[in-house]
């Protein structure tokens, strides 16, 4: 029996295609649609080549075939502003929506923290929050899992290359988003985000800095620990996730210093932010699947399928 | 080099960029006394932020002993005809910063961003503009762009709205000619209107030099901190500055004498240490390292075991950004671990 569940790709631009190439390989999702809005575009030409369905209608040029061939999943990797419109349409239609935009309708997921919850409760939008977030909201709960964290702060530095027009043009979105992220996700009490841009040649690898302040002195073994489990958690689905150093403490700070390598399928290696978006969405439709497969969770009623 | 008669802004930078030499510390009093010093010696603009700007508060970069917001309200109300300006980093401090400050009083707004990365800013220039600030671009670490790359940049920021464009030589590294290409080609290709601004750090003593530079060259704001206070071995000292126009007949509204009284008597005495050329700030200026890294290789120095110096060059070498401080714990933490193993 394939447990499979169709997925649709909206926006076939550098984040869609990357999702895309991923996709294929999963054993619990099947893309079948990527959708665009350019007829030219070069993502959609590529989709094609990948053997996906595509239009360039926009998510309406979709609608009418969601039924049919089934579709569950949808990874919208488009902008905020479409995303709203994007999501009510595909979710009356029963379709869950993963949300790689800063739109946030739905609650944030960041796969080994919460996405279980999510998935038992078959939340029908959730939102991947923003890179830096998936990239350091693991290691702030990782402490504030051990005790209680007064104030979460992470850097955020990522090569120029990787920075697309909609983040330049929005960068207050990233340090919003990703701060209520280390709050709401990570367990901070406070939090603050810090994004950096260095255009260095040859691009450099995406780094991570997590500050923590804990409320008491820190309990460093078992923060150590903590930090080192949740490493090879977030490594599950993105494998160069890497502890560079740290955790180190002083005081009541702990610090740890992360690096974030892609898997280069098709955004460069050094772009491990766009990575880990993809492979945290695509996580998560999986998780979805799992939980649809055993039995978890009943995926809405459709009398067609 | 005659600049007889020009009329140019001197901006001071001892309350924000001197913050860093003062690891965030400056206190309330200390603000006021400084302000109003310089207030009265004719300083038209003072820049009153955390060193890295507006929501610089940070364990990254170190938190102040006051808000932004309990210093700017501080500040301005006190000041007979300086006016205040804010700076602020995209990335760090949002549109939310940008109100606040503008609610206190600032009437400049000054949008950093590094010299290659200028298309981050356009939210805060344009959000600047809209509030009727002075707006100011600020293209950081300049030297690491050639003038062509720079005046692309220079461009955006003008065609978002900023009616002023700095030239900003972050780490210390420029010479004369390196100022005068960059300052002279946006000059030719900007807005006559549009004003252009140089800021200097000492580290390789050349802060006056090429600050008269980037007036030749058609620039007409300078940015100076009074009793040289700024980061790595400070920036241009302003009452040397102020001294130099005198005598050239370059026309700043700032008493010579006063000046130096607010150096000798309100500035040189709150600082933590002598801020001048060592060895290390040497280093940022020969190297082209960002100046505010300075005191975090000295505390890496100290608890790592490691030389500030070879630190410096590291950070250099691998093209490190304004910003980036947190790799100098991290480098310094590489190299123990280096060590460790052979």
Known sequence: MNNKLKAAIIGPGNIGTDLLMKAM?????????????????????????????????????????????????AFDAT????????????????????????????PFCVPPINLKAHAHKLEMNVNMVTCGGQATIPMVAAVSQVQPVDYGEIVATVASQSVGPGTRMNIDEFTRTTSAGVEQVGGAKKGKAIIIINPAEPPMIMRDTIHCLTEDEPDQKAITRSVEAMVEAVQEYVPGYKLVNGPIFDGNRVSIFMEVEGLGDFLPKYSGNLDIMTAAGLRTAEMFAEEAASGGIELPVRAAA | MDLKGRKITVHDMSLRDGMHAKQHQITIEQMKSVSQGLDDAGVPLIEVTHGDGLGG??????????????????????????????????????????????????????????????????????????????TVGFLMMAHM????????????????????????????????DDVTARISLLREHLQPETELGFHGHHNLSMGVANSLAAVEAGANRIDCACGGMGAGAGNTPMEVFIAVCERMGIETGVDVTKIADVAEDLVTPIMDFPVRIDRNSLTLGYAGVYSSFLLFARRAEEKYGVSARELLLEMGRRKMVGGQEDMIEDMALTMVKERQAS
């Open chain 1, 25 to 73: 390989r999963s054993d619990w999702i099947e893309p079948v649609w990527m959708v665009g809005v350019e007829p030219t575009s070069e993502g959609l030409k590529r989709a094609k080549g990948f053997g996906m369905k595509t239009t360039s209608e926009g998510v309406d040029g979709m609608l009418a075939h969601v039924i049919e061939d089934d579709i569950r999943i």
């Open chain 1, 79 to 106: 902008s905020a502003y479409v995303h709203a419109e994007n999501s009510r349409k595909l979710n009356e239609l029963g379709v869950i929506m993963i949300d790689l935009t800063p739109a946030a309708i739905g």
């Open chain 2, 57 to 134: 508060a940070s364990v990254q970069w170190g938190f102040p002993a006051a808000s932004d917001e309990e210093y700017l309200r501080a500040v301005i109300p006190d000041l007979m005809q300086a006016k205040v300006s804010a700076l602020l980093l995209p990335g760090v401090g949002t549109v939310d910063h940008l109100k606040m400050a503008a609610d206190c009083g600032i009437s400049t707004i000054r949008v950093a961003t590094h010299c290659t990365e200028a298309d981050v800013s356009l939210q805060h220039i344009k959000a600047g503009r809209e509030m009727g600030l002075d």
């Open chain 2, 145 to 176: 762009s050639e003038p062509e790359q720079l005046l692309k940049q220079g461009l955006l920021m003008e065609s978002y709205g900023a009616n002023c464009i700095y030239a900003t030589d972050s780490a210390g590294y420029m010479l004369p």
